[in-house]
């Protein structure tokens, strides 16, 4: 039951502008165990911060990323699908050493497909991470990270929303998970990706997001790019 926040600005914003966001969708989609967010840092890089935790109980990992001003922000809230794997290794955004994309998953990917694949890699126990480190394998071999996505849940099956975020700003999102509709909506100049709450209905914007404009589900399979007004 995790969900999947993705927002982009025209100008850098601070962290303060996403966060009540952050904390709405935790509630409403009754996730808590574990959340991170990444972002496009001044250096170049795609930064992190992951904690195990509950967003709300994390008072000192979000006044540090408050610090924090990005154009493009990624945030995850977990409610896994195995309760076993809460831990900061399972925690997502994950971020690769290279700090060149950051990646998350909503979902279910089949019984592990392809884990043995990528278990020298692996540091968690989630199916999530053997889908990031699909995607990682899929970039880096040529892939457009828009096609890398449809490809890894082509790949490991099962029920995938999934955003990724590179350096430079490319945000996208994905839809492939029938329990989870995903939206894409406009908050004044920011362009806005969001899991829809585990609910057949509108209740995102009633409960978190009642300013939000088009207002749109995206289509199973959809990849769409977050281009923001101005």
Known sequence: MCEVLAVAFADPRPFTAIEQ??????HYGVAGFGWGVAWRAADGTVAAHRDPGAFAADEAGRAQVREAVSDRWLVHL???SRLTTIQLADTQ??????????????????????RDRYAARLLGDADSEVGFHAFVE????????A???????????GGANLGCLTRDGTLLAYHGFTHNPMWTFRLGDAAVASTGLFSDDEALFEL?????ADRR????H?????VPIG
């Open 93 to 114: 955004p994950f971020v690769p050493g290279e700090a060149d994309v950051a990646f998350c998953h909503n979902g279910a990917f089949d019984a592990d497909r392809e």
């Open 78 to 80: 977990r409610r896994p």
């Open 222 to 226: 959809e990849t769409v790019q977050l």
């Open 138 to 145: 899929a970039v880096r071999e040529g892939g457009e990270p």
């Open 208 to 212: 978190a997001f009642p300013q939000a």
């Open 217 to 220: 589900p995206l289509a199973m």
């Open 147 to 157: 096609w890398a996505l449809g490809e890894i849940h082509r790949r490991l099956g």
């Open 21 to 26: 966001w952050a904390s709405e969708l935790e």
